[in-house]
């Protein structure tokens, strides 16, 4: 399980230690990919089999699912942790999600989404502002 939120930096060979809590889960391997929200999703291989199968059921005559398939997968890249507890982001992953230097690691249960510190707070604000309508409408789904 991922919790949290972790301030961490990525070196120039664009490395990223991950949080040492979050690291005996991912030592078997791990995978990074395009996430939603200009963001990166990382899976444990486990999390993302059971993605990528789901991804592999949605219907390819339609449009949406071949866009989101496309995304999810295409984009994907298996990394490993090294001794020093990092992972290498590729550089188009990197681009991607506007990560330079500074980044936030955050803890989603079964994912962990690694995003550029500024596009961060800026989604936390934009979010905090708009808790109260999201909590109703959570509410509304029995949550």
Request: aromatic share 10%; hydrophobic share 45%.
């Amino acid at each position: 399980m991922f919790i949290g939120e972790y301030q961490h930096n990525i070196d120039d060979k664009g490395r990223l230690a991950v949080p040492s809590k979050f690291r005996a889960s991912l030592a078997g391997g791990a995978v990074v990919t395009r996430g939603l929200d200009s963001c990166l999703f990382l899976y444990t291989k486990d999390e993302w089999q059971k993605l990528a199968e789901r991804l592999s059921e949605l219907p390819i005559s339609q449009a949406s699912a071949r866009a989101f398939s496309r995304l999810m997968l295409a984009g994907a890249m298996e990394v490993d942790i090294d001794k020093q507890g990092r992972i290498i982001l590729p550089a188009y992953l990197r681009d991607y999600a506007g990560v330079v230097k500074e980044v936030v690691v955050a803890g989603l249960f079964n994912r962990i989404e690694i995003w550029s510190q500024d596009k961060w707070g800026a989604y936390k604000a934009e979010t905090e502002k708009e808790s109260n309508e999201i909590a109703e409408h959570l509410g509304n789904l029995g949550i």
